[in-house]
C-alpha cells in the first residue's frame, strides 16, 4: 500500500480576477504519515469563452524527508493543461469534451479526449481553500487507498487573502 497523506493546509492562497478569467497562486503544505512534508507551490490561470474553458496550472513540490527538514530532498514540477471544449447543453447540465496534457520530469503525458456531462448550476456558497483540500484529501485517501481521510487541520487565518469577485 502506499504513503497516504495525513494532513494538507493552505498556507497562502490569493485568487486575481484577469481577463476572461481568473489566477490562483497558492502555497499548500502537505503532512504524510511516512513523515514527510511536501510544500507545493502553485499557480493555476482559468480562461474561458463561449466555446471553451482553458486551465493552465504549475505546481513546484519541494520534497523534505521529515517535518522538521528545511532543505528539501527532491523537487518535482508538474504543468497540466486541460482544454475543455463546451459542448451541447442538455436541461441543467452540458456535455463537454476535456483534453489533458501532463508535463513532468519523465516527459509529456496526454490522455484521449473525454466527453462529461457538466452541472451548470453554481454553487451557491464557495468553499474555503481548507474545505476544497479536505475534500480532495477524503477523495484521494477514500479512491486511492479504500480507507477515510485523516480529519482536517484547523482553519488557517485568511488575513491577505484578496476577494474572489
Do not use: C, Y
Not at 504513503?3 to 494538507?8: A, D, E, P, R, T
Not at 518535482?76 to 496534457?101: F, M, P, Q, S
Not at 474545505?131 to 485517501?141: K, M, Q, S, T
Request: glycine share 6%; net charge negative.
Amino acid at each position: 500500500m502506499g504513503k497516504l497523506i495525513s494532513s494538507m493546509r493552505v498556507l497562502n492562497s490569493s485568487k486575481k480576477n484577469i481577463e476572461n478569467g481568473t489566477e490562483l497562486v497558492t502555497t499548500i503544505e502537505v503532512l504524510r504519515e511516512d513523515g514527510a512534508k511536501w510544500l507545493a507551490d502553485g499557480l493555476v490561470r482559468t480562461t474561458e469563452t463561449d466555446k471553451s474553458i482553458s486551465v493552465v496550472g504549475t505546481v513546484v513540490i519541494r520534497k523534505f524527508a521529515s517535518h522538521q527538514d528545511t532543505r528539501p530532498s527532491d523537487t518535482d514540477v508538474l504543468t497540466t493543461l486541460i482544454d475543455t471544449a463546451k459542448g451541447e447543453v442538455e436541461g441543467d447540465h452540458r456535455w463537454d469534451t476535456v483534453e489533458l496534457t501532463s508535463i513532468t520530469k519523465e516527459g509529456i503525458h496526454k490522455a484521449p479526449a473525454q466527453r462529461r456531462r457538466s452541472s451548470l448550476a453554481h454553487r451557491q456558497t464557495e468553499l474555503s481553500d481548507q474545505e476544497a483540500l479536505d475534500r480532495v484529501l477524503a477523495i484521494v485517501n477514500r479512491e486511492s487507498f479504500g480507507r477515510p481521510a485523516a480529519p482536517p487541520l484547523p482553519p488557517t487565518p485568511t488575513t491577505g487573502r484578496e476577494s474572489e469577485t
